[in-house]
């Protein structure tokens, strides 16, 4: 499915759910709005956030920050809380060096924060 660039505010409807500052909610493509939408409307998603955790990683001999798309923390299928790091992409966008860097990094900081990583793209996500 088509990924449009596009660009917008999102306004939750459940803002006690939104971990994070409601005013700076950023989508930078209609998936992370999709997204946000159902993070915003699901049931089992206890809180979520968009860009508000700070992951530090290297890459071409530089320090650098990664931002993942979203933390969401809800109920998972066996009804237990489940915390995850989520990042959407196009799934071409899985072999560019760059996210490869930034991935290591978040698996190191998921399994210290007992959190799960994953990478959506339009296979996972439609």
């Not at 650098?64 to 995850?84: A, G, S």
Request: glycine share 2%; with cysteine.
């Amino acid at each position: 499915m088509f990924n449009k660039a596009i660009k917008g505010k999102f306004k939750p409807r459940n803002t006690k759910k939104y971990k994070g500052d409601t005013k700076r909610i950023v989508y930078r493509s209609m998936w992370e709005r999709k997204f946000m939408v159902y993070c915003d409307r699901t049931k089992n998603v206890l809180e979520w956030s968009s860009e508000e955790i700070r992951i530090p990683y290297m890459f071409e001999n530089k320090h650098r920050n990664y931002y993942p798309d979203f933390y969401v923390k809800f109920i998972n299928t066996k009804d237990q809380i489940e915390e995850c790091i989520v990042e959407i992409k196009p799934y071409h966008q899985r072999r560019w060096l760059q996210n490869k860097a930034k991935w290591e990094s978040a698996l190191i900081f998921c399994k210290d924060n007992n959190y799960t990583f994953k990478v959506l793209s339009e296979r996972e996500l439609f």
